[in-house]
């Protein structure tokens, strides 16, 4: 069993790379792929300290998901196999970044009548803190005289607020990301350059007016190599769709978890929620041998 999608305190998961390495390894684990947000300082890590990488006997695909632009849409592109050092992925200051779309936030909800505290700060440092949506939302959901408002929104809370308002073009609380990072095709080149495949992440979950037409739009105008088709928030159906695009467009697949250990609470390295994902290294035979593995 394989898991190509995994986070760590590198980015905004909680576990430590030594305590992920040690679940995947008591689970059995085949093959994992660590995949911090715009980050690759786990590779760097157990480059430094190699007694780490001992407590995993499975094989581990160098990656990252990177973040990237599609449409004006803030979207995530699943990079495995490149060289780490070699890809630029820090381009951005990501406690600028984020506290700039936290006073964006913050000047949206007043001109609407929420309460807010405009001293409210990201602290990219703390895996639960490193987001301006997760802040925001933990300050504007504290107060009751709020909540008439946020009715007015639809969905408010940590979990869907990133796709469904900082990242959909048709909520007043969208953040136009563009001058932070790459377009699509471009992060694509530089994965290529670093000797990596680049696949589209959870392709049906974002912020689209049709996910579906974007996710095979974005197969026919760039050169992606894949697809992550098994995806515990996709259901069976979505997820044989998934494959069908890769079928039709002679694309690779892969699938994982997006394991996030305490900030993902019922999402299990490996099984995904309540063990909808049981992903065979069958599943990636044609590329898996293409690219670089620690």
């Known amino acids: 069993m394989i898991d190509l999608h995994i986070h760590t305190n590198h980015s905004d998961g909680t576990d430590s790379v030594t305590e992920l390495l040690e679940k995947a390894e008591n689970k059995r684990l085949e093959m994992i792929s660590i995949t911090d947000h715009n980050s690759i300082g786990a590779y760097f890590e157990l480059e430094k300290h190699p007694e780490i990488r001992s407590k995993f006997g499975g094989e581990i695909v160098i990656g990252s998901e990177i973040k990237a632009i599609f449409d004006d849409v803030n979207i995530e592109i699943l990079a495995y196999g490149i060289d780490y050092k070699k890809i630029n992925i820090n381009k951005e200051d990501k406690m ?76 007043p609380f969208y953040y136009n990301t563009s001058k932070y990072y790459d377009d699509c095709q471009t992060l694509i080149n530089k994965i290529h350059e670093a000797g990596g495949l680049a696949f589209l992440a959870h392709g049906l979950i974002y912020s689209f007016d049709n996910n579906r037409y974007s996710v095979e739009k974005m197969l026919k105008t760039t050169n992606i190599d894949g697809l992550e088709c098994i995806y515990p928030l996709f259901n069976e159906e979505e997820k044989m769709f998934m494959i069908s695009l890769c079928k039709k467009y002679n694309k690779f697949m892969s699938g994982g978890s997006d394991y996030h250990a305490k900030n993902k609470p019922t999402t299990f390295l490996g099984t995904g929620i309540k063990n909808n994902i049981l992903i065979q290294k069958e599943f990636i035979k044609d590329w898996v041998d293409k690219v670089k593995k620690i």
């Open 96 to 171: 600028q970044v984020q506290n700039d779309i936290l006073k964006h936030f913050i000047n949206v909800a007043k001109s609407f009548g929420i309460k807010v505290n405009e001293n409210i700060q990201v602290d990219v440092t703390n895996p639960d803190k490193c987001y301006a949506c997760w802040v925001f939302c933990d300050e504007i959901l504290k107060y009751k005289e709020n909540e008439k408002i946020l009715k007015k929104f639809g969905q408010i809370d940590r979990i869907t607020f990133y796709r469904e308002h900082e990242g959909n073009k048709n909520s």
